[in-house]
């Protein structure tokens, strides 16, 4: 494994965990050249169902685009990487458990609204209020009014 720092090819494992659920193994590296630390994640390889966008357009499914939409939602919130990890691999597995070969991105909102909504109430309403599109202030007041439930 390269380093991502400084591109040297010799890497040591400093620490192997398996996850909770036993899907990916994390391991921790360090460079033997620079000896900075850095972070590898191992998964099966799987085909996971085409994206159907609103539009009609089919895309591949990105585990980096996922992380990417949850980690804005959740930009300067008090959760964890783990615990993000922990809510893409269980929307993963929803999608591989539908076993269809193509699934509308809806579908993946809807899963990512969900655990959104079990990790942080304001990353909720902020993922929630871009992707419901709202037109007026009253749908929003009525999806904080449903959090605060």
Same mark, same amino acid.
């Given at each position: 494994?390269? @380093?991502?720092? @400084?591109?040297?090819?010799?890497?040591?494992?400093?620490?192997?965990?398996?996850?909770?659920?036993?899907?990916?193994?994390?391991?921790?590296?360090? @460079?033997?050249? @620079?000896?900075?630390?850095?972070?590898?994640?191992?998964?099966?390889?799987?085909?996971?169902?085409?994206?159907?966008?609103?539009?009609?357009?089919?895309?591949?499914?990105?585990?980096?685009?996922?992380?990417?939409?949850?980690?804005?939602?959740?930009?300067?919130?008090?959760?964890?990487?783990?615990?993000?990890?922990?809510?893409?691999?269980?929307?993963?597995?929803?999608?591989?458990?539908?076993?269809?070969?193509?699934?509308?991105?809806?579908?993946?909102?809807?899963?990512?609204?969900?655990?959104?909504?079990?990790?942080?109430?304001?990353?909720?309403?902020?993922?929630?209020?871009?992707?419901?599109?709202?037109?007026?202030?009253?749908?929003?007041?009525?999806?904080?009014?449903?959090?605060?439930?």
């Amino acid at each position: 494994m390269r @380093c991502p720092f @400084c591109g040297h090819a010799e890497t040591q494992v400093v620490e192997t965990r398996v996850s909770e659920e036993g899907d990916f193994i994390r391991r921790r590296r360090q @460079c033997a050249d @620079c000896e900075k630390r850095f972070t590898t994640y191992e998964r099966p390889d799987v085909n996971y169902p085409a994206i159907v966008k609103k539009d009609g357009r089919r895309i591949d499914y990105e585990r980096a685009k996922l992380l990417a939409s949850m980690n804005l939602a959740l930009r300067k919130r008090p959760v964890s990487t783990d615990q993000i990890d922990s809510a893409i691999e269980r929307i993963e597995e929803k999608l591989l458990s539908l076993g269809l070969r193509e699934v509308p991105s809806t579908r993946i909102g809807e899963l990512v609204m969900r655990e959104l909504k079990k990790l942080d109430k304001v990353a909720y309403v902020r993922f929630a209020s871009v992707y419901r599109s709202f037109e007026d202030i009253d749908e929003f007041r009525a999806l904080v009014d449903e959090v605060r439930r």
